[in-house]
């Protein structure tokens, strides 16, 4: 994929501790039975909220992809005692309930252009699952107490109101819940070590964080506001810092970062992905190999988004401002369907 950092990421210097095992990290070798019934009974009422299980040929590469990495925080049976799903939602979001249930939604799977990517953002939701992060925030033991615990990938000021089911005081209670600085970090610090020991590209958890935090501010700019919710306000605070964090979190795992490729496997497998929340009508993914003549601004112009389409299209595809596309390379594009 192609990298897309600037030097301004990592003009401060930031110091990362090494990955220090699991058990000094806190997290546990199992899930409890408590935690299983807890998220037993709360799965269903969340994936209500969340528009449902998506049944596209996607949702099997993302089970696959997350049960992988599950394996990897030492569980048992991690395999079997992880539920992963992709749901059939327009909001960029990611989260983990209590009993090794994992989500991420078709719309945060249209941002991403590896499977690294979403094994980074995989693995680290399975990190708040193996450190217990929810347990710590719970007051009751109810099913609304695990639905208000409910945590977003996506830092987003729009997408708190619509969080289990757009309720004021929901969207208060994940404000007040989120997970805390040290366990953000704590959980991405498992993450990069799990996609690493499923031998997946580390440094993929800082291009998807860079991808978040670039999405969130196209976001704000089509709103006309800024925004409204500082970084470690939001859900799953993210910004150069927590960037540069992941990129150092990478290189402790001694693995260098590899060539810039596609990953052309992950991306055809989006193709056809729904997008959107259909005020613009019906809209998909659709993959397309860029031609001799094409450029990012006439690619740029087949995007049946409302505005910023340029900005968009690079996002989309994790392209800076000054990065050209070339004859061949996949790309993708949102159009009506």
Same mark, same amino acid.
């Given at each position: 994929m192609i990298r897309r950092y600037t030097a301004a990421l990592f003009a401060g210097a930031i110091f990362i501790a090494p990955v220090t095992p699991a058990a000094a990290q806190g997290t546990v070798r199992s899930i409890s039975e408590t935690d299983k019934a807890q998220g037993s009974q709360a799965h269903p009422q969340l994936m209500a909220e969340f528009g449902g299980a998506y049944k596209g040929p996607q949702a099997a590469f993302v089970e696959r992809v997350g049960k992988r990495v599950a394996v990897q925080s030492g569980l048992s049976n991690a395999q079997g005692d992880f539920t992963v799903t992709l749901l059939d939602s327009p909001v960029e979001n990611a989260f983990a309930i209590p009993g090794g249930y994992v989500y991420v939604t078709r719309?945060?799977? %249209?941002?991403? !252009?590896? $499977?690294? $990517?979403? *094994?980074? +953002?995989?693995?680290? $939701?399975?990190?708040? +699952? %193996?450190?217990?992060? *929810?347990?710590?925030?719970? @007051?009751?033991?109810?099913?609304?107490?695990?639905?208000?615990? +409910?945590?977003? &990938?996506? *830092?987003? !000021?729009? &997408?708190?109101?619509? /969080?289990?089911?757009?309720?004021? #005081?929901?969207? %208060?209670?994940? +404000?007040? /819940?989120?997970?805390?600085?040290?366990q953000e970090y704590q959980a991405d610090a498992l993450g990069v070590r799990y996609i690493a020991a499923a031998n997946y590209n580390p440094y993929a958890a800082a291009d998807m964080l860079f991808s978040l935090d670039q999405s969130s501010g196209i976001a704000a700019q089509s709103s006309g506001t800024a925004r409204t919710l500082p970084g470690w306000a939001s859900t799953h605070p993210n910004g150069p810092d927590r960037v540069a964090r992941a990129e150092q979190l990478a290189k402790?795992?001694?693995?260098? @970062?590899?060539?810039?490729?596609?990953? &052309?496997?992950?991306? #055809?497998?989006?193709?056809?992905?729904?997008?959107?929340?259909?005020?613009?009508?019906?809209?998909?993914?659709r993959i397309v190999t860029v031609g001799p003549r094409d450029t990012v601004a006439t690619l740029s112009a087949r995007m049946a988004v409302p505005d910023l389409k340029q900005e968009r299209f690079e996002v989309l595809n994790g392209l800076t401002e000054d990065t050209p596309v070339r004859p061949g390379m996949l790309v993708k594009l949102v159009v009506a369907r």
């Open positions: 719309q945060l799977l %249209a941002l991403m !252009n590896s $499977e690294a $990517e979403l *094994a980074s +953002v995989l693995g680290h $939701e399975v990190g708040h +699952v %193996a450190a217990r992060h *929810a347990a710590g925030r719970q @007051r009751t033991s109810t099913i609304g107490a695990v639905l208000a615990g +409910v945590v977003g &990938t996506a *830092a987003g !000021n729009s &997408t708190l109101g619509r /969080l289990a089911g757009g309720g004021a #005081r929901t969207a %208060a209670q994940l +404000v007040t /819940l989120k997970y805390g600085r040290d402790a795992t001694a693995k260098t @970062r590899p060539a810039a490729t596609q990953d &052309t496997a992950f991306l #055809r497998m989006l193709d056809g992905l729904p997008y959107g929340d259909g005020k613009q009508g019906k809209q998909m993914i």
